[in-house]
């Protein structure tokens, strides 16, 4: 808890204490079972408050159901000594946390949740930007940069762009955006300035020309620094809050005397939604909503656009697609350039000082709806329809008590078959089919995020809190159905213990032929040759044999089994 206030403006010491609180908590042994709660002011202006409560929002969808954010009018009062104004303020944490929602706001006793709602069309005239002025795009050359830029030029008519960026004229495209530019009859003037230096930034603004006056600036830049919030550190968010909140905060004070039209900083849905993996870019694009929301109360001109997921923004390849699928549980699907374009004209002309800039895929959510609950947020957008249980099968709970009703010869296979279902959700695979059960994670495509994802789902369908490292810990589905299933049926691993003899026996006199018709010849050939495993070779021979039926044809019978059944103990 601390005392909310504009000074000083860089929330970096109280976010990187936030930040090793938290950590400190998930680490300890023993709290695996609590919840935190953490108390911040109600103070939606302020940069330091909305910063931490970005970073804890990524928190709690990393680690759903075990941190709720308190927002209230009595946060300074709640660690004081006994007063009627304190018991009064613990009376309404208490409520907020039994409500059971991740973020609550408490004002005068009363408890809100925030939810999400259509921002209505403004109707009136709004200011429009002055042809002749300057407009200053931050993270001009980049590929958000560069369609403000020309949307700037064609749909605004805006003849004097200022494009910066830290390369500048040395940027990829920087020469063909410019000959662009200038053939459509625009002046262009790409500088390039790290905007994170205040000194650089006063010296860009002090080149542009009397004649052509700065009338709207529009800040785009930005870096990110994935990365779970274990393996964060104050490095990493000094990386990510330098391009998008320092150069928010020089420019807002560097021109708070110039007479401008418009002032959009660009956001990201991570602020708002807390995007699992970007706990320090959801803590830098909340503190740029903040300072948006400061300088409309103070009567300057400010909007922040916590833009969802572009169809184009430079990311490429698997890069693009992991960050649609991150959005898509948050409901949210990728917008074209066009429609991109088309939201930023009408936040010009909105009252609002924070919109969230997305497209909801409204089909998924009432599908989701019908099955479960949709996204906190989200929640006043979509109407639950009616939860029926003979058309729609439970997807959480209930799994030890379905995996115990089952045979136990057939329990591994059905855990099997649940872990590489959700492997492929999590991967976007059409078909659990596509998983490889004895295929490490790692090689894939899992990263430290995928991972929380698929601990998230996993501690859903169990009912029990996996530990984070679970997924390198067990590397394949297949070695982390043993240790799943060790979890929800311990009896089952002494019921192999105790019948490995029978087991022996009937493989024993099992005719190799056999195993061949019932096509478990290559399976066996895996367990007793595969990489990684003991050497394949057939008995008193030093050199290992290469062709793996021969090695078959010479081992007897009781080598075989031998083997194998130790090849298995030890997956």
Same mark, same amino acid.
């Given at each position: ?31 695996? =079972?609590? /919840? ?26 990393? =680690? $759903? ?6 927002? %209230? ?11 009627? *104004? ?38 009136? $005239? ?33 003849? =004097?762009? &200022?494009?910066? @960026? ?126 948006? &929301? ?6 300057? $001109? ?22 649609? /699928? ?9 917008? %074209? ?70 045979? $136990? ?5 059905? &855990? ?5 279902? *959700? ?15 004895? /295929?490490?994670?790692? *090689? ?33 589905? /297949? @070695? ?21 003899? *029978? ?21 066996? &050939? ?8 003991? @050497? ?36």
């Amino acid at each position: 808890m601390y005392e909310a206030g504009h000074a000083p403006a860089d929330p970096r010491e109280v976010v990187a204490a936030a930040l090793a609180v938290v950590q400190a908590w998930l680490a300890a042994p023993g709290l695996e =079972h609590t /919840r935190l709660v953490v108390i911040v002011p109600d103070a939606e202006d302020d940069l330091t408050v909305a910063a931490v409560s970005g970073l804890l929002r990524s928190a709690q969808s990393e =680690h $759903p159901d075990r941190i709720v954010l308190v927002e %209230s009018d009595h946060a300074e009062r709640c660690g004081s000594a006994a007063t009627a *104004e304190h018991t009064t303020a613990v009376n309404a944490v208490q409520l907020a946390v039994a409500t059971g929602e991740p973020r609550v706001r408490v004002r005068g006793g009363v408890a809100f949740v925030p939810r999400l709602k259509r921002a209505p069309l403004a109707e009136g $005239p709004r200011r429009e930007l002055n042809p002749d002025g300057t407009v200053l795009v931050t993270g001009g050359t980049g590929t958000l940069g560069s369609l403000v830029a020309r949307h700037l030029a064609t749909g605004h008519g805006v003849r =004097h762009l &200022l494009l910066a @960026s830290r390369s500048g004229p040395d940027a990829e495209g920087a020469a063909a955006l410019y000959e662009e530019l200038t053939d459509l009859g625009t002046t262009v003037t790409i500088a390039a300035c790290d905007t994170a230096d205040r000194d650089a930034v006063a010296a860009l603004l002090a080149a542009v020309p009397d004649a052509h006056p700065l009338t709207a600036v529009v800040h785009t830049a930005g870096v990110l620094d994935d990365g779970v919030l274990t393996a964060l550190t104050p490095e990493r968010f000094d990386t990510v809050l330098r391009p998008k909140l320092d150069a928010a905060l020089h420019l807002h004070e560097l021109t708070r005397d110039i007479d401008l039209a418009a002032f959009v900083l660009f956001s990201s849905a991570a602020g708002v939604l807390g995007n699992p993996g970007q706990g320090n870019y959801a803590a830098a694009n909340a503190s740029l909503d903040a300072l948006a &929301l400061h300088r409309h109360r103070s009567g300057l $001109p400010g909007i922040s656009l916590a833009w969802g997921v572009w169809d184009q923004t430079g990311t490429s390849g698997n890069r693009g697609m992991a960050i649609q /699928r991150r959005m898509a549980p948050q409901g949210l699907v990728a917008h %074209s350039s066009q429609e991109g374009l088309e939201l930023f004209d009408a936040a010009l002309q909105s009252d609002d000082a924070v919109l969230l800039a997305a497209k909801p895929d409204y089909a998924a959510l009432r599908a989701q709806a019908a099955s479960e609950p949709v996204p906190v947020l989200l929640r006043s957008l979509v109407r639950a329809g009616r939860r029926t249980a003979r058309h729609v099968a439970p997807r959480w709970g209930g799994l030890a008590e379905r995996l115990t009703a089952t045979l $136990p010869v057939q329990r591994e296979q059905m &855990l099997l078959d649940v872990i590489r279902r *959700e492997v492929a959700a999590v991967l976007g695979h059409s078909t659990p089919g596509k998983v490889d059960p004895d /295929r490490a994670f790692r *090689e894939v495509g899992f990263d430290s995020m995928l991972a929380v994802e698929l601990r998230n789902r996993l501690n859903g369908l169990v009912g029990i809190r996996l530990p984070a490292t679970i997924i390198f810990d067990h590397p394949t589905p /297949r @070695s982390l159905m043993r240790r799943l299933l060790a979890e929800l049926c311990p009896e089952a691993v002494g019921e192999l213990a105790g019948r490995e003899d *029978e087991i022996r026996r009937v493989l024993v006199t099992t005719p190799l032929s056999r195993f061949q018709e019932l096509g478990l010849m290559e399976k066996l &050939l895996q367990l007793v040759a595969s990489p990684g495993g003991e @050497s394949a070779t057939a008995p008193d021979t030093a050199e290992p044999k290469q062709d793996g039926k021969l090695l078959i044809e010479e081992m007897g019978v009781d080598d075989l089994v031998e083997r194998a059944m130790r090849k298995a103990r030890k997956q």
